[in-house]
């Protein structure tokens, strides 16, 4: 299990490689290239995102540690560089996990990728992405609660109307389920908004009963 910032990022990243390959592997399908150009780039600009906020949160705490950062802000509110690091940090997770308004490439890509590798996006790819999410916010940022859960709560929101009211409107199998799972981002998020170890328990066994259904 991952306690380090660089080692999460890591993860995700080679995650993230082999999810690009897989969009693309028929080969002879154009749609398929597409989903998998149009997911690296995404990817690559949430990586950014991501690298630049762990950067910023080295530079106020001195380590990459989850709990050492932690314990490194509990002494009260945090410093104006590690807030930018958090901010960008939940702009990187959001494209990881398709919420709204980082929801863009979604459906393009589900629509486009075979459709065993649209299941592994839908559920796998984004069950990565909340653990890492859950044990950034209540292991590195557990007394910065007031900073980012009023930005949780406004993403979990718009993700849960937005992906519901879009999805009524989906011709396409795929596009509707890649919809679904955008509200199921939002579902999840407002889950994390509570900031306890109820609400990520609860996103855990979401997560598992999602993956299950979807599979």
Same mark, same amino acid.
């Given at each position: 299990?991952?306690?380090?910032?660089?080692?999460?990022?890591?993860? #995700?990243?080679?995650?993230?490689?082999?999810?690009?390959?897989?969009? @693309?592997?028929?080969?002879?399908?154009?749609?398929?290239?597409?989903?998998?150009?149009?997911?690296?780039?995404? @990817?690559?600009?949430?990586?950014?995102?991501?690298?630049?906020?762990? %950067?910023?949160? !080295?530079?106020?705490?001195? $380590?990459? $540690?989850?709990?050492?950062?932690?314990?490194? +802000?509990?002494?009260? &509110?945090?410093? #104006?560089? %590690?807030?930018?690091?958090? @901010?960008?940090?939940?702009?990187?997770?959001?494209?990881?996990?398709?919420?709204?308004?980082?929801?863009?490439? %979604?459906?393009?890509?589900?629509?486009?990728?075979? =459709?065993?590798?649209?299941?592994?996006? &839908?559920?796998?790819?984004?069950?990565?992405?909340?653990?890492?999410?859950?044990?950034?916010?209540?292991?590195?940022?557990?007394?910065?609660? *007031?900073?980012?859960?009023?930005?949780?709560?406004?993403?979990?929101?718009?993700?849960?109307?937005?992906? $519901?009211?879009? &999805?009524? *409107?989906?011709?396409?199998?795929?596009?509707?389920?890649?919809?679904?799972?955008?509200?199921?981002?939002?579902?999840? +998020?407002?889950?994390?908004?509570?900031?306890?170890?109820?609400?990520?328990?609860?996103?855990?066994? !979401?997560?598992?009963?999602?993956?299950? =259904?979807?599979?």
């Amino acid at each position: 299990v991952a306690e380090d910032l660089i080692v999460v990022f890591l993860g #995700l990243e080679v995650m993230s490689v082999s999810v690009y390959v897989l969009a @693309g592997i028929n080969r002879r399908s154009i749609y398929s290239a597409e989903a998998a150009l149009k997911y690296f780039l995404i @990817g690559a600009f949430a990586s950014g995102f991501l690298l630049y906020g762990i %950067a910023l949160v !080295y530079g106020a705490t001195g $380590n990459t $540690n989850l709990q050492l950062i932690g314990a490194q +802000l509990a002494g009260g &509110a945090p410093p #104006l560089m %590690a807030r930018l690091g958090l @901010g960008l940090l939940l702009i990187g997770f959001g494209f990881k996990v398709a919420a709204v308004p980082f929801h863009m490439w %979604a459906p393009d890509v589900y629509d486009g990728s075979p =459709t065993p590798v649209t299941g592994l996006m &839908a559920t796998g790819v984004k069950t990565a992405g909340f653990i890492a999410l859950v044990r950034l916010l209540l292991e590195a940022f557990p007394t910065a609660d *007031s900073v980012w859960q009023p930005v949780i709560a406004v993403l979990a929101i718009a993700t849960m109307i937005v992906g $519901n009211l879009v &999805a009524l *409107s989906q011709r396409s199998v795929k596009r509707m389920l890649a919809y679904s799972s955008v509200a199921h981002a939002g579902y999840l +998020l407002a889950a994390i908004w509570t900031g306890t170890r109820f609400g990520a328990s609860a996103v855990m066994l !979401y997560l598992l009963a999602y993956g299950l =259904t979807t599979l």
